[in-house]
């Protein structure tokens, strides 16, 4: 028959050595551990963030100065353009649209009630506009035409009653080229050193 093994209670268990008092931890003590440790775990946090912040910042100001670098070159790049439109095609077409902004300006003012208007024109554009103005409809006793040395092409006075008009197309380039060389001075800053 096999022996079976059972387990005597007689004899007193072996426990394990008791903590000596001078090791013991108490609640004031673990608090003040748990608090210094949770203390460097914030102030690592914080310097990690600290580092993070000054990459982060370095980077945006070196994407802000190759930023700033690109508008500046882009501009430099277009403005041989730009003053290309602004001296050459913009006057044309300032040129052409001239008769046609001018005759839409008399069809209003009649329209509106002014008596009979008095057209003051550059000396070449008498007999084109006078030939617009009979198409258009316009009798010579709602629209006098006549030729003033004096003004450019582009530029018209219309009078009636005792008012005027001035139509200067030629004004509005003058102010358009000012503007773009504004732009232009105010992209051309000076480059941001490393």
Same mark, same amino acid.
Request: hydrophobic content about 45%; aromatic content about 4%.
């Given at each position: 028959? %096999? ?7 007689? /004899? ?5 050595? $008791? ?7 108490? *609640?004031?003590? !673990?608090?003040?551990?748990? *608090?210094?440790?949770?203390? =460097?775990?914030?102030?690592?946090? =914080? ?28 501009? $430099? ?12 095609? @913009? ?6 649209? !001239?008769?046609?902004? @001018? ?27 006078? /030939? ?6 316009? %009798?010579?006793?709602?629209? %006098? ?5 004096? @003004? $450019? ?12 008009? /001035?139509? =200067?197309?030629?004004?509005?380039? $003058?102010?358009?080229?000012?503007? @773009?060389? %504004? ?12």
């Amino acid at each position: 028959m %096999t022996r079976l093994s059972l387990e005597d209670f007689g /004899r007193p268990k072996v426990l394990p050595p $008791a903590v000596p008092p001078e090791l013991s931890v108490g *609640n004031d003590d !673990f608090d003040t551990a748990y *608090n210094a440790g949770w203390d =460097d775990a914030m102030a690592q946090v =914080d310097e990690e963030q600290g580092r993070i912040g000054e990459k982060l910042a370095d980077r945006l100001m070196v994407l802000e100065r190759d930023q700033q670098s690109a508008v500046v070159s882009a501009i $430099a790049a277009l403005e041989p353009m730009l003053h290309e439109v602004f001296d050459k095609l @913009l006057p044309r077409a300032a040129e052409r649209a !001239f008769i046609g902004v @001018l005759l839409e300006e008399l069809q209003t003012l009649l329209s509106d009630g002014a008596g009979k208007l008095m057209l003051q024109v550059a000396p070449e554009e008498t007999a084109p506009l006078a /030939r617009l103005v009979e198409r258009a409809g316009l %009798t010579p006793d709602q629209v %006098t035409i006549r030729a003033e040395p004096a @003004l $450019a092409i582009s530029q018209a006075l219309v009078r009636w009653d005792d008012q005027e008009r /001035r139509i =200067d197309l030629e004004a509005v380039l $003058a102010v358009m080229d000012e503007a @773009l060389e %504004t732009f232009l001075a105010s992209v051309k800053v000076e480059p941001v050193d490393d």
